[in-house]
């Protein structure tokens, strides 16, 4: 003898995987379903042992920006120092995690040992406050010796939403600002690359009006909202 719940056709409910005892991802085919008989959330009251609908593991994209600098800037000082800082990206939700790419071209003429350092700092709150990323150390785009360097330093973040974290737990801003000092000799970003040289290449980019497209080989970062599914 077979029971059907009223509302629920054949074959409607596919693609069930299981994970630890947890099912996940359970998919209902098109029509299958009568919107009087299963409303909003009503798969969330479904509870029994080693049974979970929610997976709070998973996420869903937010916000996305991408922004550039095109000026360049050097130091001598082997003290950190304000560098750069970008506008306040407002609309990110409470709670959520963040990926933070930046990259930037660096470059130190000198041929004793020559670095540099670069130091993010974030801000929830229009930089009232900021809260540092630390420096990757030597490896500032150029760490050399007894040779000239022109590198490029690229860096990929994961900022949580833990309860350690200082992702506030309501809606928010985002703000960045850089920090750099030099191991050694003069530390620049942006200067010296040629970017965007190299006989004429200029005639073709993407989106001429659209300048980040024709700037994304100076310093750039792409920063994507991480919204938890719960």
Same mark, same amino acid.
């Given at each position: ?71 360049? !800037? ?17 609309? !990110? ?6 990926? !933070? ?78 920090? !750099? ?50």
């Amino acid at each position: 003898m077979t029971t059907k719940v009223r509302g629920i056709s054949n074959n409607a409910i596919h693609n069930v995987h299981l994970n630890s005892g947890i099912v996940h991802n359970v998919n209902l085919a098109d029509d299958s379903v009568d919107s009087d008989v299963i409303s909003n959330n009503i798969l969330g009251q479904v509870t029994g042992p080693s049974i979970s609908l929610n997976d709070p593991t998973n996420y869903r994209l937010g916000k996305v920006i991408t922004d550039y600098s095109a000026s360049s !800037f050097a130091t001598t000082s082997g003290t950190l120092s304000d560098m750069l800082t970008s506008s306040q990206y407002t609309g !990110f939700t409470g709670g959520s995690a963040l990926e !933070f790419f930046m990259h930037y071209p660096a470059r130190n003429d000198t041929e004793t040992w020559s670095g540099g350092y670069l130091e993010p700092n974030l801000s929830f709150d229009n930089g009232s406050n900021y809260y540092s990323m630390g420096t990757c150390g030597y490896d500032g785009g150029i760490m050399m010796q007894n040779g000239y360097a022109i590198l490029c330093y690229n860096n990929h973040y994961f900022i949580s939403n833990s309860a350690t974290s200082r992702i506030p737990s309501t809606d928010y801003s985002l703000k960045i600002k850089w920090r !750099f000092a030099v191991y050694s000799g003069t530390y620049q970003i942006n200067a010296a690359h040629d970017i965007n040289g190299g006989g004429g290449a200029s005639s073709s980019y993407v989106d001429t009006s659209a300048t980040v497209d024709r700037y994304q080989h100076y310093m750039h970062w792409i920063i994507k909202e991480w919204i938890p599914v719960t």
